[in-house]
Structure formats: structure tokens, C-alpha cells
């Protein structure tokens, strides 16, 4: 047999949000096996992160309030944004040569009747 699978690195730019560093992190994280479906028609076999840099890291907070008086307290949102090197393996389905096969239909019904009048009123 060959070898069917190739290797690929590509660079995808993801972007994730939380309410903790960590959350966002992981949000962003998630976002890669979607962004590579997105642009391949291939198998994918596998995908590995090799490089993450940060672009951009954001800390949002602001001053919530009960009835615009009561109850202050301070929300924080992390927003970043990541460069992620990956290392797809993948199956290149246009490069595999598949043989055709004519099979009768395996949930189809035989009709035993039809073919043996027919052959009878041929010979006749």
C-alpha cells in the first residue's frame, strides 16, 4: 500500500473571550479544529499546535450596580487574540483512486414472476 496521508503547517489567527484568563485561553483554543474543517475538503487525521503567540490581551472591567445605586462590584472580561502554528495530518481525498464496483441493490426485493413469463411468451 502508499502512503495516503501528507503533513501541512498553517498559521490560523483565533480570537476567545472569558471571564477568566484561563477561559479565554481555552475559548480560543476550541476555535482551531472549526477554522481548519472550514478550509479543507480532506480527512483530517490530525491537528497539532506547534507555536501560539500572543498578538493581543485585553482586560475589560467595569463597575456594575443594583438599581444603578446598591450593590457595586467589579466585572472583569479577558479578550485575546492568538497566531497559532499547527501541523494538520491529512488524507488528500482527491489523490486516492477508488475502483468501481456494480453491486444489485442490497435492500431492493427480487420479483420471481416477472422474468419467467416474460421469457415464456418470448420463446412462444
Given at each position: ?10 498559521i ?18 476550541n476555535q ?6 472550514k478550509?479543507?475538503?480532506?480527512v483530517?487525521v490530525?491537528i497539532?499546535?506547534l507555536?501560539?503567540?500572543i ?19 467589579t ?10 502554528e ?20 442490497p435492500?431492493?426485493l427480487?420479483i ?13
Open positions: 500500500m502508499e502512503k495516503v496521508t501528507t503533513k501541512q503547517r498553517q490560523i489567527q483565533v480570537e476567545g473571550t472569558g471571564k477568566e484568563k484561563n477561559q479565554a485561553f481555552a475559548n480560543a483554543l482551531i479544529h472549526n477554522r481548519v474543517l478550509g479543507k475538503n480532506d483530517i490530525r497539532e499546535p507555536d501560539i503567540q498578538i493581543k490581551a485585553e482586560q475589560e472591567s467595569f463597575t456594575e450596580r443594583f438599581l444603578f445605586f446598591f450593590l457595586p462590584r466585572r472583569v472580561d479577558y479578550r485575546v487574540l492568538l497566531d497559532v499547527v501541523e494538520i495530518t491529512l488524507i488528500e481525498v482527491e489523490s486516492i483512486k477508488f475502483v468501481e464496483k456494480r453491486v444489485t441493490d435492500n431492493g427480487p420471481p414472476f416477472g422474468k419467467k413469463k416474460r421469457i415464456q411468451k418470448e420463446a412462444n
